[in-house]
């Protein structure tokens, strides 16, 4: 009985801080640093920052700081889900709130913690109050950012290029101090690239995220797009920005074949271009909450078609 107590309360807290997403960063940034970044460097003869002890701590600072922002989103939405879904509430009811509030403090201090650590020891530029920037910004948008149209879903959406742009910037120093050596504009535009494309990807899955709940937001106030544009202006803000990205991809996927690149070349249009086709003939065609439940579904798993696509860059 005791057994079945915590392990209840386990897998509770485990969907509290949503695993699946942060298992997604860690797999994120682990692929751009062993896979994109690190291979230039060497190339260079350049010994990266972000290697061994370092690397495992940089990354499990974002999972911390990740980790803490979905608690607190959570902590300040549970009166919310209270009143539109009541049986998936697990602050309040599994997970007492004053659990709730020390695990995102310990979580998110912990992360700033090994930040500052790193910018002492490893010589990463700014990573400590950048990663407190990141948990002020997150909490902000739980308790307010995330009422309002576009800034809530555009803060989420730059946080998700930063996964990216983080590992970068951690090298920062490194890389100048060694410009001569190292194809600078290569990790440029690697960077860029995958960077705009969770940026992308992110702010329509937000957006869509709004037209599923607006019922819920309208009964609990909120203003999110949907609600103060209306639905027809909300389709369209999504739809330029799929035909934003597929320009993007078609771009790519050009360059990939001038280049003679053809394995990464059919990866991308078999495994990224064509699924994100069909996401946008999904998207015109659906009216209904559960249709754009499924739309949204579907770029998960091109980001994660899209972030695997990493292993294929230096081919």
Known sequence: MLIHYFLNRFYAFLQLIRWPNLLFIGLTQSLFIFFVLNPILRQGNIVPILQGL????????????????????????????????????????????HWAIACHSVFSAVGVIIGFYLDFTSSTLLLGPINFGCTFLLFLYSISLKKTPIAGNILISLLTAWTIYSCTWCNTGTILRAAPLVDMAKITRLTLMYGGFAFILSL???????????????????????????????????????????????????????????????????????????????????????????????IKWIMLTGILSMLLSHL
């Open 54 to 97: 370092p690397c495992f701590l940089f990354i499990f600072s974002t999972i911390l700081v990740a980790a803490g922002s979905y608690i607190i989103n959570d902590y300040f939405d549970a009166n919310r889900d209270l009143m539109t879904r009541p049986n998936e509430v697990i602050i309040g009811k599994i997970i007492h709130r």
């Open 204 to 298: 329509i899955r937000e957006a869509l995220k709004d037209m599923e709940d607006i019922d819920i937001d309208r009964k609990v106030k909120y203003h999110t797009m949907p609600i103060v544009w209306g639905n027809n202006a909300s389709r369209i803000f999504i739809l330029v920005w799929m035909i934003v990205m597929m320009g993007l991809l078609g771009s790519m996927f050009f360059y990939l074949l001038v280049s003679h690149r053809w394995i990464p070349g059919a990866y991308c249009l078999i495994f990224v271009t064509l699924p994100f086709l069909k996401l946008i003939k999904d998207f015109s065609s659906a009216k209904s909450v559960d249709q754009y439940r499924r739309v949204r579904s579907q």
